[in-house]
């Protein structure tokens, strides 16, 4: 089950509010625990249990690790996570990789990757870090820790909500008509980027894959999956933080308009927050972060980096990604950052770096990037063709439409607006926009095949 599906919109997410909301408070974890299940269930089946039996690996974990030997039962804890992890999603890539290295026949053994793991191992993770270090204390209730795990919100593709952020709310939140028709807004506006946006760009970039390539081809291919994968990735983590709000939980933001930055330093503080802040407070920073020597703090960022792209996949593409973005933080920590000053050759140079990671993330045959990164740059192929003009015509109204939706610059006029006369007129203009984009996009999903969310496979 989706976020983007009609069985959720009309049938789970109703059925769930009315449950939820004429339950006594005593109760409402219990519903929201039981309903994350169901949820889980429709898309993993009896994984669901996996997911039950890691909660209460962490769970047992956390009241040992405050009460008797921490560290050992810290260490025992994060082995079993990172075990789970690497089991499920990375046996068969390390299989893969020592066969090919020694020539031997391929074995591939049926494994198959239970939805969401990445998050909730990662929030397992860092819930055991900070009872470790009495950022919180461990969580008594099992049944209000499976509820912090489960919240079906976030369970599948984030963001990473840490339980010290959460914690008060699990057992003391407050919900109320305004945190729940902001949670709406908030949510259509997510929908209407996944359905409308990102799932239009996914059939233009694929389109013109399927045709004759050429330079400007591969331009419009790689510029349709960066803004496919911004739109579905973001849209997905509004969503999220929309049904958050709608039960009085306040996620923290994910994305900060990450496509206008103007370096690729500050591309990863607006980027998946949750993921770069995790590496940066259980990696990073234990590490050493900044505090040593410039070559220890090189390889701390590269640890960093290694560990990000491979969080992100079972592929070398994935970890030459993460090495990509490691190259270039380097390189402007120590040379470019004083020549990127915020103006359009800063902003150009960072979009055009992101552009090229996202070729590089998108592909997972190797041979297959270095032929795209040939066609970007005119090597082998006709800069233009009948077709990509075509293409480019017919795909012109998304692409503004995404450059416009990039940053906040309809926002920042909103808001000025209605610091003005036009205040109310603004409010009801909003109100009459979220349900036309809602209307769209319930046009859309009942007209379009399933397309899920792409952090999902992560």
């Avoid at 260490?75 to 090919?100: A, C, E, R, S």
């Avoid at 391929?106 to 990757?113: D, F, G, Q, S």
């Avoid at 500050?266 to 590490?287: A, C, G, Q, T």
């Amino acid at each position: 089950m989706v976020f983007s599906s009609i069985s959720f919109l009309f049938f789970f997410l109703p059925l769930l509010f009315i449950c939820y909301f004429l339950s006594p408070r005593k109760l409402k974890n219990t519903i929201l625990l039981i309903f994350s299940l169901i949820f889980y269930f429709f898309g993993e089946k009896w994984y669901v249990l996996l997911l039950l039996l890691t909660c209460l690996i962490n769970y047992i974990c956390g009241i040992l690790i405050e009460k008797r030997n921490k560290k050992i039962y810290l260490i025992v804890g994060l082995i079993l996570n990172i075990g789970l992890l690497i089991y499920f999603k990375y046996t068969n890539f390390f299989l893969n990789t020592f066969t090919n290295l020694f020539h031997l026949n391929k074995v591939t053994l049926k494994i198959i990757l239970p939805l969401g793991i990445s998050f909730f191992t990662f929030q397992n993770i860092s819930y055991l870090i900070d009872v470790y270090r009495k950022d919180v204390e461990s969580q008594k209730n099992f049944l209000t820790y499976c509820t912090y795990i489960t919240l079906f919100p976030q369970l599948v593709a984030g963001p990473i909500v840490r339980y010290k952020d959460v914690y008060e709310e699990l057992t003391n939140r407050k919900e109320s008509f305004k945190l729940f028709s902001e949670g709406i807004k908030r949510f259509i506006l997510g929908l209407s980027k996944k359905v409308l946006i990102a799932d239009t760009l996914y059939n233009v970039f694929t389109t013109i894959q399927s045709g004759n390539m050429s330079t400007l081809s591969y331009w419009l291919v790689a510029l349709g999956f960066t803004f496919q994968i911004y739109y579905d990735f973001s849209g997905y983590s509004d969503m999220a933080i929309g049904l958050g709000k709608m039960f009085g939980f306040n996620f923290k933001e994910n994305f900060n308009y990450p496509l206008i930055s103007s370096s690729i330093t500050e591309f990863w503080r607006r980027w998946h927050m949750s993921l770069s802040n995790f590496f940066k407070d259980y990696v990073y920073i234990p590490l050493g972060g900044n505090r040593v020597g410039t070559v220890k703090h090189i390889r701390n960022i590269f640890v960093v980096w290694l560990l990000t792209g491979f969080w992100h996949g079972a592929d070398w593409n994935f970890i030459i990604w993460g090495l990509y973005f490691f190259i270039f933080l380097i390189l402007e920590k120590f040379i470019l950052n004083k020549y990127l000053k915020n103006g359009l050759i800063s902003h150009l140079y960072s979009f055009i770096i992101i552009l090229i990671s996202f070729v590089i993330f998108n592909i997972s045959d190797l041979s297959n990037i270095l032929i795209f990164l040939k066609g970007l740059i005119g090597i082998g192929t006709k800069i233009i063709n009948f077709e990509s003009i075509y293409y480019l015509k017919n795909s012109l109204i998304i692409f503004i439409i995404s450059f416009i939706g990039m940053g906040p610059f309809l926002k920042n006029i909103i808001n000025k607006l209605k610091k003005g006369k036009l205040n109310n007129l603004i409010e009801w203009t909003s109100i009459i926009y979220i349900l036309l984009i809602f209307f769209l996009s319930i046009a859309r999903i009942i007209s379009s095949s399933f397309n899920p969310f792409i952090y999902f496979r992560f």
